[in-house]
């Protein structure tokens, strides 16, 4: 089946601890994004990656950092600097742009910080 | 930028009425609007979109509308049914500079049996 893939559904981080969430899409997109979603609110843009080896910040980026070596995975470093992480964090992927195709979700992870 | 703008925040309707959610949006020469349905815990699904070229759209109980003189579009839910609960997202891309889906702030629809 394709489709993209979140890992770990929850995560737990002590304070001044880095993680790193996967995600994994195999639907052979070239476009994908991290999204921020806080309780109650819309989804805020982290950081996106148009073509491999390129990413761009979004409206939300200290304290995080990505990387796109390969096509199929965009992982997200939640740095000790993200004074605020507890929070759902979306994987989403795309054909192209926004303006041009759907884009597909995963089923996010839960981080939160103890 | 682009800006996006949803009402209502959260909206209540009986089992079988209506419901209409409604978005308007900032930059002119955005041309794709998507809407996304979210449970409680998931990720938010695609259920229905349009395109500039088009005013409204169809699938099955769910309708979109656009009017891009007012930029506004509107998702309508006929014949509500309980699983229609959920949170429901419009989004707008961004097209000049940081190329984004800028979404609205979420609507919590419930569906009173």
């Known amino acids: 089946d394709g489709g993209i893939t979140q890992s770990p559904k929850y995560l737990f981080r002590k304070e001044g601890q880095n993680v790193t969430l996967s995600c994994e899409q195999n639907?052979?997109?070239?476009?994908m994004y991290w999204y921020r979603q806080d309780p109650g609110q819309g989804l805020r843009l982290i950081y996106y990656?148009?073509?491999?080896?390129?990413?761009q910040k979004g409206d939300i980026a200290e304290g995080y950092s990505v990387s796109r070596e390969k096509k199929e995975s965009f992982p997200l470093t939640v740095t000790s600097a993200q004074k605020n992480p507890t929070a759902f964090y979306l994987c989403?992927?795309?054909?192209?742009?926004?303006?041009?195709?759907?884009?597909?979700f995963g089923q996010g992870t839960r981080l939160t910080v103890v | 930028g682009e800006n996006v703008e949803q009402h209502p925040s959260t909206l209540s309707v009986q089992e079988g009425d209506s419901a209409v959610i409604k978005c308007t949006y900032s930059?002119?020469?955005?041309?794709?609007f998507p809407w996304y349905k979210q449970e409680l815990g998931k990720g938010p699904q695609l259920i229905i979109d349009?395109?500039?070229?088009?005013g409204e759209k169809k699938d099955q109980r769910i309708a979109v509308t656009l009017n891009k003189t007012a930029k506004h579009f509107s998702l309508h839910i006929t014949e509500t049914q309980p699983e229609d609960s959920a949170v429901y997202f419009c989004?707008?891309?961004?097209?000049?500079?940081?190329?984004?889906?800028?979404f609205g702030q979420g609507t919590r629809l419930t569906i009173n049996p």
């Open positions: 930059d002119s020469a955005s041309n794709y």
């Open positions: 349009i395109r500039s070229n088009v």
């Open positions: 990656s148009q073509i491999v080896n390129d990413f």
């Open positions: 989403a992927s795309s054909p192209g742009t926004f303006h041009e195709a759907e884009a597909f």
């Open positions: 989004a707008a891309p961004q097209i000049q500079g940081a190329q984004k889906l800028v």
């Open positions: 639907l052979n997109h070239d476009a």
